[in-house]
C-alpha cells in the first residue's frame, strides 16, 4: 500500500483544483474528494480530507451547515 500523502505533499496547481472541488461541493463530499485525489496520486485518509475540509471552511468564514449555502459575509 502506497503511502498516505499529506497536503503539504500536493503541488500549489492541485491544491487550487481541490479547494475549488471543495467549495463546489458546499464542503462536503468527502468520499468525492478522496476519490479524485486518489485518482491524482495522492493517498489520503477520509479524515485527513475532513480535517482538511473544515480547516478551509474556517479561513473562508464559511459558517452554514454541510451542504448549506450560507456564507457569511
Known amino acids: 500500500m502506497p503511502k498516505a500523502a499529506k497536503i503539504s505533499d500536493i503541488p500549489l496547481e492541485t491544491i487550487e483544483i481541490l ?9 462536503c463530499n468527502v468520499r468525492e474528494i478522496t476519490e479524485w485525489l486518489t485518482e491524482q ?8 480530507v475532513h480535517r482538511y475540509m473544515q480547516k478551509l471552511k474556517v479561513t ?12 457569511v459575509v
Open 60 to 71: 473562508d468564514g464559511f459558517e452554514g451547515k454541510a451542504g448549506s449555502v450560507d456564507l
Open 41 to 48: 496520486g495522492f493517498h489520503m485518509s477520509k479524515s485527513a
Open 19 to 27: 479547494h475549488k472541488k471543495i467549495r463546489d461541493s458546499a464542503y
